[in-house]
């Protein structure tokens, strides 16, 4: 007796219209550099938040001592005790392939997790909850990773980017984890 496997259906990712298809791709590409700023400012020190003699590469310095070291609230000494080389790889590592990638509009769902990742740790660590903020639940951070998670949903990396490429070029995970 043969058993026979009929495949999982699959829900079609409605496209939206070409305009708001175009709208996607622009608010990937922004955000996109939203995270490779950092890691590139931090790297080489190009005189916006990282002053160049402060540069990782060329310097030495610590990409995120001086972030977590000055972390205050009740986390503060969770995430000053982050602050190492493991943690400055990480960090500048993180942003910029989560800003590679939804430039480029490839591995849009590995972005998502990594980026939703990083911008919960941030959130955290500025504690919102704290009398004087500005919003106490729904910051920055909140918005970017749901904007990271939206366009890996809607398969914003086909338009604008190499995400239909990426998903036919054969390449293990690409049509499905990784796309």
Known sequence: MTSTRTAAPTTPVVA????GARMLAVCRILLGFVFLWPALDKSFGLGYAT??????LTTGSSP????????TGPLGGF?????SPVSDVLFVAGMFA????????????????????????????????APGSTN?????????????????AARAGD?????????????PGSRTWLR
């Open 16 to 19: 939206p219209d070409p305009a």
């Open 51 to 56: 002053p160049a003699d402060a540069a990782w």
């Open 64 to 71: 995120t001592a001086g972030y977590l070291g000055h972390v």
């Open 79 to 83: 995430f000053g005790g982050l602050a």
């Open 98 to 129: 989560t800003g590679t990638a939804l430039i480029l509009g490839v591995g849009l769902r590995v972005a998502a997790v990594s980026g939703t990742l990083l911008m919960i740790l941030l959130w955290l660590s500025t504690w919102t909850f």
């Open 136 to 152: 106490p639940a729904v910051d920055t951070h909140v918005i970017y990773a749901s904007l990271a998670i939206t366009l890996a």
């Open 159 to 171: 338009r604008w980017g190499l995400g239909r490429a990426w998903a036919a070029s054969g390449i």
